[in-house]
């Protein structure tokens, strides 16, 4: 099925450990992002591709970098792990450009649950 | 950036026609309305979206008056299943089209 697909779906780290969350879409749209959620809030923009081989800092980018490998995929990492970014993180992509069709808005992938101990 | 305030919860009843109203009075003329739904656990769905007047599809209708500074999702006939988390967001179009999520309203469907 088209759609956004991050992995890995859980992860446990300890506290200055790195990893990198991966998001990959098929739908061939040209912006990605990645955002956090913390329990009982709503979503956090932490960074944003607006189009291939671009990067932009959102709301939350501090302890975060990014890499938009292709037009396909866009992961984001954390260098050293703090309990503050316990989270669950969520990447989306849109179709959205100058002149395009904005009826469709975002697809948000599932999720990765990350805990930071 | 243009900041919503939308309120934190609703109450409804299976078949009622629910209206959730959002305010965005810094929002940019080239800036959109857009509307999301999030269940626990999930990634946010798009809803709905526009620029001006009434737009509608298939999951709801979306109002917005003259000025922009306000709008308003109506959900026909809710259910069960329609119990979620609401936001109500403005599409900063220059900037990549970047979302900027409130705290959502929290809409209960009882039976």
């Known amino acids: 099925n088209a759609g956004v697909t991050q992995t890995p779906k859980f992860q446990v780290l300890k506290t200055g450990q790195s990893m990198t969350l991966q998001c990959a879409q098929d739908?061939?749209?040209?912006?990605m992002y990645w955002y956090r959620q913390d329990p009982g809030m709503g979503l956090r923009l932490i960074y944003y591709s607006a189009s291939e081989g671009t990067t932009d800092k959102g709301e939350v980018p501090n302890g975060y970098n990014v890499s938009r490998l292709n037009k396909r995929e866009f992961s984001l990492r954390l260098e050293s792990a703090a309990p503050s970014q316990t989270s669950v993180y969520f990447c989306?992509?849109?179709?959205?450009?100058?002149?395009?069709?904005?009826?469709?808005?975002?697809?948000f992938g599932s999720g990765t649950r990350l805990t930071v101990v | 950036l243009a900041k919503t305030t939308q309120p934190i919860s609703m109450d409804s009843y299976e078949g009622q026609e629910v209206n959730i109203t959002c305010s965005h009075n810094n929002i940019a003329t080239n800036d959109y309305i857009t509307w999301y739904q999030q269940f626990p656990s999930q990634g946010p769905r798009f809803i709905i979206q526009?620029?001006?007047t009434k737009v509608t599809n298939e999951v709801a209708s979306l109002f917005i008056p003259a000025d922009r500074k306000s709008s308003t999702l109506s959900l026909p006939r809710v259910s069960l299943s329609d119990t979620a988390v609401y936001y109500c967001?403005?599409?900063?179009?220059?900037?990549?089209?970047?979302?900027?999520f409130g705290q959502g309203t929290e809409l209960s469907v009882k039976p």
């Open positions: 967001l403005v599409m900063i179009y220059n900037q990549g089209g970047k979302l900027i």
């Open positions: 989306a992509s849109s179709e959205h450009k100058v002149s395009g069709d904005l009826r469709y808005g975002y697809t």
């Open positions: 526009g620029y001006k």
């Open positions: 739908m061939n749209h040209n912006s």
